[in-house]
């Protein structure tokens, strides 16, 4: 049985997620995903929590900065374990030497799996769908 305890968890892990991947916080991605994780997306699969570490600084390479947005999510649960969706936003700012720059932004929806560990709830898996992508030129401030 679920509380409302428990959905204010998931949606803290969620937005701890998204805070961890544009601050490339790999120690807290430690703390919030299981150790055989997976997150699969268009043109990646991730497998395991050191693997899912090293995602921030691999989109560091990629790209000058990201931001992800978390909206909305709806969950259900199952004893030890529950499924969710949730909306995100993410953007995604390419390297460039100019003021001005391209941002390629996602409409995502991810299909959650989460695991309760040790009385903590963890997301275990998460499928990254694109809604869909625009790119738009942006100023970047100084």
């Known amino acids: 049985m679920s509380s409302s305890n428990d959905t204010t968890e998931l949606m803290a892990l969620v937005n701890h997620y998204a805070r961890a991947i544009d601050r490339c916080e790999p120690d807290v991605l430690r703390e919030i995903l299981t150790d055989d994780v997976v997150l699969v997306g268009p043109g990646f699969a991730v497998?395991?929590?050191?693997e899912a570490c090293a995602v921030p600084a691999g989109l560091r390479e990629?790209?000058?900065?990201?931001?992800?947005?978390?909206?909305?999510?709806?969950?259900?649960?199952?004893?030890?374990?529950?499924?969710?969706?949730?909306?995100?936003?993410?953007?995604?700012i390419h390297h460039s030497e100019a003021s001005e720059a391209q941002v390629l932004v996602w409409e995502v929806r991810y299909q959650d799996q989460f695991k309760l560990e040790a009385g903590r709830w963890r997301i275990s898996r998460r499928d990254l769908l694109i809604d869909w992508t625009e790119t738009r030129p942006i100023l970047l401030s100084e």
Request: net charge negative; charged share 15%.
């Open 47 to 50: 497998n395991g929590i050191e």
């Open 62 to 92: 990629q790209f000058r900065a990201t931001r992800h947005v978390v909206h909305n999510q709806c969950v259900t649960f199952d004893g030890n374990t529950a499924q969710g969706e949730t909306y995100s936003t993410a953007s995604h």
